[in-house]
């Protein structure tokens, strides 16, 4: 027998599944309820039991999405930049973890970090995967700053850039990489200068 609680969860994937089917078309700013009512097939009604709105919607949604990156990052980060893991061709288990999150929420996270999606979004997982990264160099080092010929501000956006790019490019192409290959990729991105990916032999 379905209980109560599993109806009101049967409910919000409809709702959930209704809004990234609009959003392969739509902008977020540009969906309404009315929308997600006809595609999900649930009156306004029904929306209104579980959302006050459009933006309580998606607000439970990267919430729920923002707490389980935090959560890994403030259980994770803690020998995040120990070289025997590259040198033994193995992942921090900070990055296993979050790709294991972007992997559960593929689809969801396709829309929200798509060019139809919430830019806010991302703008927040950025700022806490910075804020995660300059704190574990603190530990280590006992300074978060990073080499003296590369200013800090920009030293930063490149880290993050590469997961988050890599991570986003997976998300965005049907290419079947496996989470252990994507893994592997951010780890040789962090490891490996651009110049290293090209391949050249300097013989």
Request: hydrophobic fraction near 40%; proline fraction near 4%; charged fraction near 20%.
């Amino acid at each position: 027998m379905t209980t109560q609680q599993e109806r009101l969860r049967q409910t919000e994937t409809v709702i959930i599944e209704a809004l990234l089917k609009i959003g392969k078309t739509k902008p977020l700013s540009q969906i309404s309820i009315s929308d997600i009512s006809r595609a999900s097939g649930i009156n306004r009604g029904t929306f209104y039991l579980h959302y006050l709105d459009k933006n309580d919607l998606i607000n439970q949604i990267t919430t729920r999405l923002v707490n389980q990156i935090q959560t890994i990052l403030d259980n994770e980060m803690s020998g995040a930049m120990n070289y025997r893991y590259f040198s033994a061709d193995e992942p921090y288990p900070v990055i296993q973890h979050l790709v294991d999150v972007v992997a559960d929420n593929k689809l969801l996270l396709r829309f929200l970090l798509g060019p139809n999606g919430d830019s806010e979004f991302y703008l927040t997982i950025t700022k806490k995967l910075q804020k995660a990264i300059l704190q574990e160099l603190k530990r280590v080092k006992g300074t978060n700053s990073f080499r003296p010929d590369v200013p800090s501000k920009y030293a930063i956006r490149l880290i993050t850039n590469v997961i988050l790019t890599i991570i986003t490019t997976w998300i965005e192409v049907p290419d079947n990489l496996s989470k252990e290959a994507v893994c592997q990729l951010i780890m040789k991105a962090l490891y490996l200068s651009p110049y290293n990916m090209l391949g050249i032999n300097n013989k």
